[in-house]
């Protein structure tokens, strides 16, 4: 019996492929997810975290689920729709990257370090989202 491997079975490799793209979009969102918590709990602390949406604890407590809940739907359920749909809201979060790097407001209580770092995150995020959700 003659042993099967990747070569000869193209499909497959694709597939495996494929499938590596999803679970590395999904670990580097769970990355993002876990910058983003850590942020908002700091900015808490340092109160500077907005009050009008609702208590800090509320975030701090829905951060991780909305975060496991992407991971899942991006990792484990591999699905494009989703994956470019996170893609998508994700991008939305440029301009105001962009505006804190470049065009800081001079009364902010970031700096535009912050905002800069935030936008090389939000860069490479949305990379492997797209390589997951178009195959690229």
Known sequence: MAATTLDALPGAAADTARAAKFRQAAFTYLHVGILYEAAAYVFWKEGILP????????????????????????????????????WAIHALRLPAMIGG????????????????????????????????????
């Open 51 to 86: 009050t009008d949406r609702g208590p800090a604890w509320l975030w701090l407590a829905i951060g991780p689920v909305i975060t496991g809940i992407i991971v899942w739907g991006i990792g484990f359920r591999r699905s494009v729709w989703f994956t470019r749909a996170i």
């Open 101 to 136: 790097a470049f065009f800081p407001d001079p009364d902010s209580a970031l700096s535009p370090a912050f905002f800069l770092t935030a936008l090389l995150v939000v860069v490479v995020n949305l990379w492997m989202l797209a390589r997951a959700g178009w195959d690229l």
